[in-house]
């Protein structure tokens, strides 16, 4: 049983920081490719960042990318995502979501309960 939770959420002015940790608990946390998600009031979950289970690699969305960064610490099952330069427009709830890093065609299976992002104008 894989769990994660997410913290760091809270209420920013634009143009300041945030960063948002996801505990991991689970035998396996070395292996998953782990992910953020986030979803705006009224819209569709979208797709912000991941990291490999290596740590050697992200990608990011392209609306995130140059202000966010993602890094994990394997040894503390904890991946962060520091948020610089937010804007309103960063706005949701963020989840933190967890895949099989070993397969190609895994998907996102374990979601966290979210952590509401504010950003005000």
């Known amino acids: 049983q894989v769990q994660l939770v997410e913290s760091g959420g809270g209420l920013v002015q634009a143009g300041g920081s945030l960063r948002l940790s996801c505990a991991a608990s689970g035998p396996t946390f070395r292996t998953y490719t782990m992910g953020w998600f986030r979803q705006a009031p009224g819209k569709e979950r979208e797709f912000v960042a991941a990291i490999s289970w290596s740590g050697g690699s992200t990608n990011y969305a392209d609306s995130v990318k140059g202000r966010f960064t993602l890094s994990r610490d394997n040894a503390k099952n904890t991946v962060h995502l520091q948020m610089d330069s937010l804007k309103p427009e960063d706005t949701g709830v963020y989840y933190c979501?967890?895949?099989?890093?070993?397969?190609?065609?895994?998907?996102?299976?374990?979601w966290g309960q979210g952590t509401q992002v504010t950003v005000s104008g």
């Open positions: 979501a967890a895949r099989n890093g070993l397969v190609l065609t895994a998907t996102y299976d374990y």
